[in-house]
Nanobody
Framework: VQLVESGGGLVQPGGSLRLSCQAS????????MRWYRQAPGKERELVAT????????NYADSVKGRFTISRDNAKKMVYLQMNNLKPEDTAVYYC?????????WGQGTQVTVSS
């Protein structure tokens, strides 16, 4: 089982980034997918979720209207489009896959929002 995040980096406030997560080793389409983030000295925060088949989405209040989660079951990919980024969005972003039995995690990708 692997979840590999990419797309992080340094961006100025107001800028955009698109994070990607490539999944392998499990039946991707049957898992609910999510993005978490963790900033230094802070607890892990659930940012966005997308359900397995219907693709229903949910977002943390802190990112509503700015972030969009999506998935491509054929490619086994999940994405997080992040717009109007703020310094408080700086964190390591993790991709997660969850079903009733398993809870898988990626290694994370750093996002830094700074001028």
């Amino acid at each position: 089982v692997q979840l590999v995040e990419s797309g992080g980096g340094l961006v100025q406030p107001g800028g955009s980034l698109r994070l990607s997560c490539q999944a392998s080793g499990f039946t991707f389409s049957t898992y609910n997918m999510r993005w978490y983030r963790q900033a230094p000295g802070k607890e892990r925060e659930l940012v966005a979720t997308i359900s397995n088949f219907a693709g229903a989405t949910n977002y943390a209040d802190s990112v509503k209207g700015r972030f969009t989660i999506s998935r491509d079951n054929a490619k086994k990919m999940v994405y997080l489009q992040m717009n109007n980024l703020k310094p408080e969005d700086t964190a390591v972003y993790y991709c997660g896959a969850l079903n009733a039995i398993n809870d898988y995690w990626g290694q994370g990708t750093q996002v830094t929002v700074s001028s």
